[in-house]
């Protein structure tokens, strides 16, 4: 029976084989549009950044977008000194070969070897994100965030779409993702923290944040994760396994020179911030359909209610104040890392050799600056949203809330904007002090468990 079953696998194989050199060439316009497709050997991404053939931009993922009459967006990377014209090939019904390492959520059918389906090319529409604060598109970098939109009647059975400057080359295809609306979701309040990259080692910080996360009723973590140092590796490793926290890979070091800074003059380098405004409109719409309710923030901040005992209870509130809100501004607060608590109640001996930042120990809030612009992050249902930047969305269709100060904001242990300030010009906040009954033993837990202890 089992040499039967292995005779008859060679055979598949061997036809498989036979069938692919026969039809070893590359896709070009003439087999797209014949009626009939021949089985070229497409290509299934197997990475989270892809290049764009015949140019220097990149594409990262593609979704459905429902709210614009099924179109297909490719959230890419765009080049905007070299804007060529960029075309579609849409693919129904397109069976790639099986791959274990093809991306784990590649919505993928692995039957049949590499047939294409029924495909259609068409005319890419280039939408850059127009963001930089007055900066210039992209803060003046000559990478920028882009939409690159498939618009067609044909798109509507699409299961597979590939972006290319040239039609006559190789393709390599992404899976449409989002083929369908849902109502319920999976998670209530995920998370999406842009870019890990050098060798953050803030492993204290990020355990204890997310334990935060937890007990304020976040389900899902997700991190674009560039590089990072191996106590925070060990960390990130923990949750993964435990199943609160997506990593997506983020090399895109290996495609471009990212920029450490939000500015080109000052910063230099290819992109922002390794590409910081890419990562937060892909989790946004990876998650469109997951979560009900987004926070995009650093990994150093915390959207803390301080009227309510949780996120639930909090977005309750403000969406029966605000039905038709779809982003919720929120204040960012800064506890710098230099002002300690005096008493020593959380500086525990046994946290000493964790590297990192003990949040619990910095309870001194810098006061609002007069004049200054008080920079925000955003808590934002992600179906309203077309296009975000980082403090503030950029196309929305629901309506904008800045949620007060008193109601909710943002805890965020970091070096001091003002340093020149002394204790007694500073607030007490000892907001996350009322969680240590349940927070200090989980803490204890995860860096135990994680293997930072
Ligand atoms: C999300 O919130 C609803 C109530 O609004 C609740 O019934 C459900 O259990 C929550 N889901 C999760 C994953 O906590
Ligand atoms: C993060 O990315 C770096 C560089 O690719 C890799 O070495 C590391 O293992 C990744 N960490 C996790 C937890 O995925
Ligand atoms: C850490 O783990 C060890 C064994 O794995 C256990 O004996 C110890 O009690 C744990 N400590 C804490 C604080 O959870």
């Known amino acids: 029976m089992m040499q039967r079953k292995q005779a008859l696998l060679v055979g598949i194989g061997a036809l498989t084989v036979l069938l692919m050199l026969k039809w070893e060439h590359t896709i070009t316009l003439e087999n797209l549009m014949s009626s009939k497709q021949p089985s070229a050997e497409p290509e299934l991404s197997k990475d989270t950044i892809t290049p764009i053939p015949g140019s220097r931009h990149l594409m ?84 920028v965030t882009s939409d690159v939109l498939c618009m067609s009647p044909m798109l509507q059975q699409a299961t597979h779409v590939s972006i290319t400057a040239n039609l006559y080359t190789r393709l390599t295809f992404l899976s449409i993702q989002n083929q369908e609306v849902k109502e319920l979701f999976r998670y209530n309040f995920t998370v999406c923290i842009s870019n890990l990259f050098g060798e953050y080692n803030n492993a204290l910080q990020f355990a204890q944040t997310m334990e935060v996360y937890k007990l304020i009723g976040v389900q899902r973590v997700v991190i674009y994760n560039t590089s990072c140092g191996s106590d925070v590796e060990k960390i990130l490793k923990y949750y993964s396994k435990e199943g609160m926290l997506e990593i997506v890979p983020w ?13 080109y003059d000052l910063h230099h380098g290819d992109i922002h911030y390794y590409g910081q405004l890419s990562t937060l409109n892909e989790c946004m719409y990876r998650y469109m359909y997951q979560s009900k309710y987004l926070l995009l923030n650093d990994i150093d901040e915390i959207i803390m209610p301080y009227k309510h005992a949780n996120l639930e209870k909090l977005m309750g509130t403000l969406q029966q104040q605000h039905p038709n809100a779809g982003v919720f501004k929120i204040e960012n607060h800064i506890f710098p890392k230099t002002q300690f608590d005096d008493s020593g109640r959380f500086r525990l001996p046994r946290w000493r050799s964790v590297p990192g930042v003990n949040i619990l120990e910095h309870v001194y809030r810098e006061p609002d600056r007069k004049h200054m612009f008080n920079p925000t992050k955003l808590l934002i249902n992600p179906r309203s949203v077309l296009q975000t930047s980082v403090h503030f969305t950029l196309k929305q269709f629901g309506l904008v809330f800045n949620v007060p100060f008193d109601v909710c904001r943002i805890i965020h ?38 293997g930072v202890l």
């Open 60 to 143: 990262v993922s593609a979704f459905k977008d429902h709210r614009l009459g099924g179109a297909i967006r490719v959230i890419s990377i765009i080049c905007r000194q070299e804007l060529q014209p960029l075309y579609c090939v849409l693919c129904a019904n397109a069976n790639f070969k099986a791959d274990a390492s093809a991306k784990a959520n590649a919505n993928v059918d692995a039957k049949a070897d590499g047939a294409l389906g029924q495909c259609t090319s068409l005319r890419a529409k280039v939408h850059l994100h127009r963001d930089g604060f007055g900066f210039g598109i992209g803060f003046g970098f000559p990478f």
């Open 251 to 263: 090399p895109i070091d290996k495609f471009l020179t990212p920029s450490t800074g939000w500015s």
């Open 413 to 450: 242990v970091r070096v001091p904007l003002q340093g020149q300030l002394s204790k007694d010009q500073l607030f007490v906040d000892k907001k996350l002090w009322e969680f240590e009954e349940l927070l200090i033993p989980s803490i204890d837990c995860a860096l135990n468990e994680s």
